[in-house]
């Protein structure tokens, strides 16, 4: 069982690793997805600067990836801590791919995955929280409260109810917060942030998961960038 669940958490990683964002916008665009809007290789930057059609199948197939690698585990019969461990290192090979030199998505659909299979109520409960603030356009903010929050729901929420059975999941989640949240904060600087003070920046990033306060400004500069791709060259 040891070899199956190494193998597993490699395949789990190159799984993760296939870029969906990146090909869509390859495929429909001719262009570098991380050229453009935010730089992210994940799907709200393919809705930013591609389409929405598109986005939908991304969105998809983020959130199986991150759901087939645990279903695996689980019918090999692997525990908890195993399990969390194979969709950590899936979502962490969406985060930094290998086929992109490692520079990926931030991973929250494929952790949402990785979440709902684990524990389908504790997914449901977490995607209402983050699409809360949703109709204030504040989406990114809903994810973040979402996030944070995980840890302390798994704890409560998560199946079976011993301790020992709960800790590896908790320790899990809270392990995907981190890298979430890391891959927020460790991007490069864009045009609009390059006069921004770094405990600001940080604030915004992590919050907002951008680099400005102003999220008009913000999607203002991903929506002019895509309409660049629009016009023909020359």
């Given amino acids: 069982m040891p070899v199956a669940f190494i193998l597993l958490v490699l395949g789990a990683y190159l799984l993760g690793s296939v870029p969906s964002a990146y090909l869509v916008a390859k495929w429909s665009r001719g262009i570098d997805i991380r050229q453009y809007g935010s730089g992210n290789v994940g799907a709200s930057n393919v809705l930013a600067t591609v389409s929405k059609r598109w986005s939908i199948p991304v969105t998809i197939f983020d959130i199986g990836k991150g759901a087939l690698t645990v279903l695996v585990a689980q019918l090999l019969g692997l525990g908890a801590a195993q399990q969390v461990t194979v969709g950590i290192a899936t979502v962490i090979g969406h985060d930094w791919p290998i086929f992109l030199r490692f520079k990926g998505g931030r991973g929250l659909f494929t952790a949402l995955g990785v979440i709902a299979m684990l524990s389908w109520k504790l997914g449901l409960i977490v995607l209402v929280i983050a699409y809360t603030l949703a109709p204030l356009r504040q989406l990114a903010l809903g ?92």
């Fill in 143 to 234: 994810a973040t409260v979402a996030l944070g929050s995980l840890p302390f729901l798994s704890w409560f929420l998560s199946q079976p109810l011993d301790i020992e059975a709960r800790l590896p999941i908790t320790l899990g989640f809270a392990a995907l917060v981190l890298i979430a949240l890391s891959r927020r904060l460790v991007a490069s600087r864009t045009r609009l942030s390059e006069s921004v003070p770094p405990v600001e920046l940080f604030i915004n990033r992590l919050l907002f998961d951008r680099d400005i306060r102003d999220r008009k400004a913000w999607v203002s500069q991903i929506r002019s960038e895509a309409s660049l791709m629009e016009q023909p060259p020359g």
